[in-house]
């Protein structure tokens, strides 16, 4: 079992709906949890971090269950430009500033 | 403006000719990261610093090797590149603390010919 697991996709979604990304990790004692963003050909960029109590930066939405070891990515209002390969990433077994990166699902708005 | 600076941005090389990557960073961040990173893939971590520490994953090739001069400068040495070594190569740094995500530079594409 892979240690970040995440739906390769892609998700092919009309511009303005709604999509939310599933990630799941195995080691229970890990702490920091980020969602990157990954242009086509491009190094990835932080997107969020994700915190116990759940957190919003304008249409993102990240959620943590610990309890079932998931992660959610949520964007609503999807426009074009949110089209990218969104990656889920954990710190490591070992320590906090090691991270163990999901191989990310590919997001496609269409117009 | 750039934080985490990788040359060359595109690396063509021959098949077995060695090859330098470079990373620089201007953030004072004391780890430094190499990752490999091959099409619809996660990244590969291959190396780390935390400061002068190098840490070698346990599946990085004997093929691979890296440097790092200063808290500054980061190097990857790939001694004699393979057709399976071509790929994205992005350097990243952090600081130790919880939370604390990494800084990426733009990355150098290796291409094996």
């Known amino acids: 079992r892979k240690e970040v697991e995440q739906d390769p996709g892609p998700f092919n979604v009309p511009e303005g709906a709604t999509v939310a990304f599933n990630c799941t990790y195995s080691?229970?004692?890990?702490?920091?949890f980020f969602w990157y963003r990954q242009d086509c050909r491009k190094e990835p960029k932080l997107l969020m971090s994700?915190?116990?109590?759940?957190n919003e930066d304008g249409r993102f939405t990240a959620q943590l269950n610990r309890a079932s070891q998931y992660i959610s990515l949520l964007i609503r209002d999807s426009k074009l430009s949110d089209s990218a390969t969104y990656l889920c990433v954990v710190n490591g077994r070992d320590s906090n500033y090691q991270l163990i990166w999901g191989a990310g699902t590919k997001l496609i708005i269409k117009p | 403006d750039a934080m985490v600076i990788q040359n060359p941005r595109y690396q063509v090389t021959q098949f077995g000719k060695p090859v330098t990557l470079s990373c620089s960073q201007t953030?004072?961040?004391?780890?430094m990261y190499w990752y490999q990173q091959k099409s619809s893939q996660a990244p590969k971590l291959l190396f780390h610093y935390y400061d002068k520490d190098f840490n070698n994953e346990a599946d990085t090739p004997d093929n691979f090797q890296s440097r790092r001069p200063n808290t500054s400068f980061c190097f990857l040495d790939i001694r004699s590149p393979g057709l399976g070594d071509a790929a994205m190569y992005l350097c990243?740094?952090?600081?130790?603390?919880?939370?604390?995500?990494?800084?990426f530079g733009s990355g150098t594409r290796l291409t094996v010919v």
């Open positions: 953030l004072n961040h004391n780890v």
């Open positions: 080691n229970s004692a890990s702490q920091s």
């Open positions: 990243a740094t952090t600081s130790t603390g919880p939370h604390y995500g990494y800084t």
């Open positions: 994700v915190y116990s109590s759940g």
